[in-house]
């Protein structure tokens, strides 16, 4: 079974606190993307990254970076976290680009600020 | 910009009845999946829906794909307490060098005994 695992389940930081989430994939996934889900909102794309050391901007970027250093481990970066970044953070995988696969979720980091 | 619709966004349903959730979406795609998300827990995959006029049933639920209409359904049969979820539709840009996989809003399901 395909296993996508995410290093904390709840965390709780202080507003400008440097975040870091981790996400780690043990399919030999070339895609991994990182989104954050709220209510009434769905799942909001922040960054992916279709290869090591290779990322993309989603939809929502702004205040989080990204790091791709080796193919199973995907790290999400909130440089200086703030209160309107509390929220369920969702790391997928998926197969490669262009393959007909659906992504694999981790199983969330819920994130307050405060 | 891709936009992804899901109607309706709460759905309330008696065990036993039919019912289907429709996801709608502004931009040509042929990929598009379903999945369930339970409260508290990730999601799972349930559909990968890959050319026009694609059905796939697994269970109580059925999904379906009309690319020309940018229409895709999940139909509910029979409902079940065990089917009470989060569904999600998500579609796939495909972008010229990488996918980037657009979510809708999700539509909650209850099912009540």
């Known amino acids: 079974d395909v296993k996508v695992t995410q290093s904390s389940r709840y965390l709780v930081k202080r507003t400008g606190e440097k975040v870091f989430l981790e996400c780690v994939q043990d399919m030999d996934h070339e895609n991994m993307f990182w989104y954050r889900q709220d209510p009434g909102l769905g799942l909001r794309l922040i960054y992916f990254?279709?290869?090591?050391?290779?990322?993309e901007k989603g939809d929502i970027p702004e205040g989080y970076s990204v790091s791709r250093e080796k193919k199973e481990r995907f790290s999400l970066i909130l440089e200086s976290a703030s209160t309107n970044q509390t929220s369920m953070y969702l790391c997928?995988?998926?197969?490669?680009?262009?393959?007909?696969?659906?992504?694999?979720f981790g199983q969330g980091t819920r994130l307050t600020v405060v | 910009e891709l936009k992804v619709e899901q109607n309706p966004l709460f759905l309330s349903m008696q065990e036993g009845k039919n019912y289907t959730i429709y996801c709608n979406y502004s931009?040509?795609?042929?990929?598009l999946y379903w999945y369930r998300q339970d409260p508290g827990k990730s999601l799972e995959s349930l559909f990968v829906l890959l050319s026009n006029g694609a059905v796939k049933q697994e269970g109580r639920l059925m999904a379906s794909l009309d690319t020309k209409a940018r229409l895709s359904t999940l139909h509910i049969t029979a409902a079940v307490h065990d089917l009470s979820a989060t569904y999600f539709c998500?579609?796939?840009?495909?972008?010229?060098?990488?996918?980037?996989?657009?979510f809708g809003p999700g539509t909650s399901l209850s099912v009540i005994p």
């Open positions: 997928a995988s998926s197969l490669y680009t262009g393959a007909y696969s659906e992504a694999f």
């Open positions: 931009t040509t795609s042929d990929r």
């Open positions: 998500a579609v796939d840009m495909m972008e010229t060098s990488y996918d980037k996989v657009i």
């Open positions: 990254s279709y290869d090591v050391k290779m990322k």
